[in-house]
């Protein structure tokens, strides 16, 4: 379990936008927003929120006001303009290999919407312990995104008789998704708009057995494939016998659930998360002094 946070000595205070630029991104930021109520004082500020997909937020060190930018996009560029602008530019679709020009544009991790996941994960990863898998394979995906590439995935873990597979493409209740993927023995995760989804941040929560194809953006500490998760081909080529050798081969499985898991211990859960973005902030600003 992460441990609780302790404030940062040099974080006095953060000032939180009262308003944000669109009502879009209140579940993008709220995880991060709790993150960082429990390691620093934060007050609501009158602060602009000028550019479409950016949340703009102030952190007082005791030497003025640092200006942070979270972009929350689900898009890989960068707003240039916002960039020039702030300390820091934390963006969570972050462009495997960054961004040349721009040295303050950092890989912010990534959340998902609701915050069951991270009230309820303890009792979640008892329940995926306890099922020892019920089927091989989950994968329930909508189809508004990347949709060529998950009725791929849907039609071939279906159609393949070596393996049990829950999910497809029509929606469900959301506890009962969590449910459903808890109960896997192996969870399919796949781009949406942006190369992260919601999904890879549940699974990693609840410490599935993540196969999927290898990222275009990057978190601030990289998933290692055959550790955390197991990246199949661009092409899904071969996500189906990938999906058969770990949901047979159940040793090898719980080590890729046990690194899923600490890895959201350790970089995923909100309160790392917020933590990084203030130590990142005061590292930043002790280097222009």
Known sequence: MPPVGERPERASLVRWPAVYQHPNAEPFVRAIKGGLESCARMVPADIPQPYEGIVLFEVELGDGPR?????????????????????VYFKYQ????????????????????????????????????????????????????S???????????????????AGGARPTQYTRYLREMARARVCVDLPGQGPFCYRLVECLAMGCCVIGPRHATELPV???????V????????????????????APRRARV?????????????????????????????????
């Open 67 to 87: 200006h942070i930018a979270i972009d929350y996009f689900d898009f890989t560029f960068v707003n240039e303009q916002c960039a020039a602008e702030v300390d």
């Open 94 to 145: 972050y462009l495997r290999g960054g961004y040349p020009g721009f040295t303050n544009v950092l890989p912010g991790g990534y959340v998902t919407s609701s915050l069951f996941p991270y009230t309820h994960w303890c009792k979640l990863r008892a329940l995926r312990r306890s099922s020892s898998g019920t089927v091989d394979v989950f994968g329930r995906f909508g189809l508004r995104y």
């Open 147 to 165: 949709a060529p590439l998950r009725r791929t995935a849907i039609a071939m873990l279906e159609s393949d008789g070596r393996l049990s597979f």
């Open 222 to 228: 990289d998933l290692r494939d055959g550790v955390e």
């Open 230 to 249: 197991v990246h199949c081909g661009d092409d899904l080529d071969d996500l189906a016998d990938l999906c058969a050798t770990y949901a047979a081969d």
């Open 257 to 289: 659930e046990a690194a899923a898991a600490n890895y959201f211990d350790q970089h995923l859960h909100p309160m790392r998360i917020a933590q990084r973005y203030l130590d990142t902030a005061a590292a930043r600003i002790e280097t222009q002094h």
